[in-house]
């Protein structure tokens, strides 16, 4: 991931993982394509904010995924794309999203729709941003992620107009912002470790 200017990261609260010292697997995503977009320079502040040593991060950026045609796509889980081992590692999400028209960017389905199996069984905490936070875009997507089997944690962040917040340092806000996802990542943790456990030792079929 790119390197923030923030003199100090934060500590996170992760919860404990008691059946394995492997530290957590998490991909924080940037899900805006176009010009001169929030979502980068959000995704490394909440990437770099996550880091732990009981967690590891893979920011994924959906502008660089090179995701093939989507003539190709096929329900249930097309061609491996450039980015399916980086999801398919990941124990759980952090998905960064604007809205736009009372949604998410196109960009963001296609890497969704993309892959299947890489997302089941596994937690996300949506961080969404906007002129109002962001908030329609964060529950379209937890719709969407219903039907690929993917927890979304009751605590998500909705930042107001983060671009006001944007300076040479990168995205830098208010301390209450950074508590609540500080609280969105300690839930996340808990749902990445029970469902890790979940799918090594009791495997879902129907």
């Known amino acids: 991931m790119s390197e ?9 609260p992760t919860g404990t993982d008691h059946d394995s010292t492997e530290p957590l697997h998490l991909a924080v995503i940037a899900g805006s394509v176009r010009d001169q977009r929030m979502s980068r320079a959000v ?5 770099f904010r996550a880091a732990t040593g009981a967690v590891e991060v893979d920011l994924i950026d959906c502008a660089e995924a090179g995701l093939p045609d989507d003539g190709a796509l096929r329900p249930g ?3 491996a794309s450039t980015v399916a081992g980086r999801l398919d590692a990941a124990d759980a999400f952090v998905i960064v999203t604007p809205e736009y028209n ?6 963001l389905k296609r890497l969704i729709d993309w892959h299947y199996r890489e997302w089941m069984f596994k937690p996300a905490t949506i961080l969404s941003y906007g002129v109002q936070g ?3 875009a964060a529950e379209h997507l937890r719709g969407v992620f219903a ?4 927890v979304t944690t009751r605590r998500g962040v909705g930042l107001s107009r983060p671009w006001e917040q944007l300076g040479p340092a990168g995205f830098q806000p208010p301390a209450a912002t950074g508590a609540a996802f500080d609280a969105a990542l300690h839930e996340l943790a808990w749902w990445a470790t029970t469902l ?3 799918r090594r030792d009791r495997p879902y079929a129907r």
């Open 4 to 12: 923030t200017n923030l003199a100090t990261r934060p500590t996170v």
């Open 43 to 47: 995704a490394e502040w909440a990437a």
């Open 77 to 79: 889980g097309s061609e």
């Open 102 to 107: 009372h949604s998410y960017p196109a960009g």
């Open 134 to 136: 962001g908030l329609l």
């Open 147 to 150: 039907e690929l089997h993917v």
């Open 196 to 198: 890790r456990t979940a």
